[in-house]
């Protein structure tokens, strides 16, 4: 969902931002988002259903200027395969971008039904409108 959100709010400010998602477990390697995240972003005028999981590679930590995840076993995970100290730099939790410094984690929505789905958009989007207030600023 971060990476449809990202994606169209990017193009609809006219911020080139080149946004991929990938996953710390490879277990879904291949599939596509959840039926209710897709039905959650259709919902809000987004499309997701090209987007297929991968597993994070060790190309993306020099590919990227920034690497958000979502929660802070994801953090442990992507700081720990971090190849470098300048890698490191660039990962933090992506709710930090609406607040700063507070650490707060994107709920697992898997469990939530479709009300899940919604809280997770609604604080992906304030994120994402957070950063690219920042990249604005830069401009």
């Known amino acids: 969902m971060a990476e449809g959100i990202l994606r169209d709010l990017a193009k609809t400010r006219g911020i080139l931002l080149e946004v991929d998602s990938a996953a710390t477990y490879s277990g879904h390697e291949g599939e596509h988002p959840d039926s209710r995240a897709q039905t959650e972003?259709?919902?809000?005028?987004?499309?997701?259903?090209?987007?297929?999981?991968?597993?994070?590679?060790?190309?993306?930590?020099?590919?990227?200027?920034?690497?958000?995840?979502?929660?802070?076993?994801?953090?442990?995970?992507?700081?720990?395969?971090?190849?470098?100290?300048?890698?490191?730099?660039?990962?933090?939790?992506?709710?930090?971008?609406?607040?700063?410094?507070?650490?707060?984690?994107?709920?697992?929505?898997?469990?939530?039904?479709?009300?899940g789905f919604e809280r997770v958009y609604s604080l992906l989007e304030r994120a994402a409108e957070a950063f690219l207030d920042e990249i604005d600023e830069q401009r």
């Open 41 to 115: 972003m259709k919902k809000r005028g987004h499309s997701i259903q090209q987007i297929r999981s991968r597993p994070v590679a060790q190309s993306d930590y020099h590919e990227f200027d920034r690497i958000f995840v979502m929660d802070k076993n994801n953090l442990r995970d992507v700081l720990s395969r971090s190849p470098d100290s300048s890698s490191t730099e660039k990962i933090d939790l992506f709710l930090n971008q609406a607040w700063p410094g507070k650490d707060l984690e994107v709920p697992d929505p898997y469990f939530g039904g479709q009300q």
